[in-house]
């Protein structure tokens, strides 16, 4: 069982950044892909980033903006968010799961964490 916690979500301004941070439960953090997804409003639920051990993979709309990164000796994955717009307001997801993929088949789920971006 793997338990996540994010945070570092806030209201930031068009062209702001923030950085979010999920921390996870259990002794084998390192063996699991992390993604991070996010909802708006009105929205189904889409792929931001995935990062395993020698891979990562962005959605084309936070290419260039968004970074994610691990420590894996602390148990948490980071997304950092350069470049923000309106349209990134959302609430943002942690998973994760045996296998990296841009799909929402991840075993494990954090509460969310909400990004506001205001114009």
């Known amino acids: 069982q793997v338990q996540l916690v994010e945070s570092g979500g806030g209201l930031v301004q068009a062209g702001g950044s923030l950085r979010l941070s999920c921390a996870a439960s259990?002794?084998?953090?390192?063996?699991?892909?992390m993604g991070w997804f996010r909802q708006g409003p009105g929205k189904e639920r889409e792929f931001v980033a995935a990062i395993s051990r020698n891979h990562v993979y962005y959605s084309d709309s936070v290419k260039g903006r968004f970074t994610i990164s691990r420590d894996n000796a602390k148990n948490t994955v980071y997304l950092q968010m350069n470049s923000l717009k309106p349209e990134d307001t959302a609430v943002y997801y942690c998973a994760a799961g045996l296998v990296l993929s841009r799909a929402p088949g991840y075993d494990y789920w954090g509460q969310g964490t909400q990004v506001t971006v205001s114009s």
């Open positions: 259990g002794r084998t953090f390192s063996s699991y892909a």
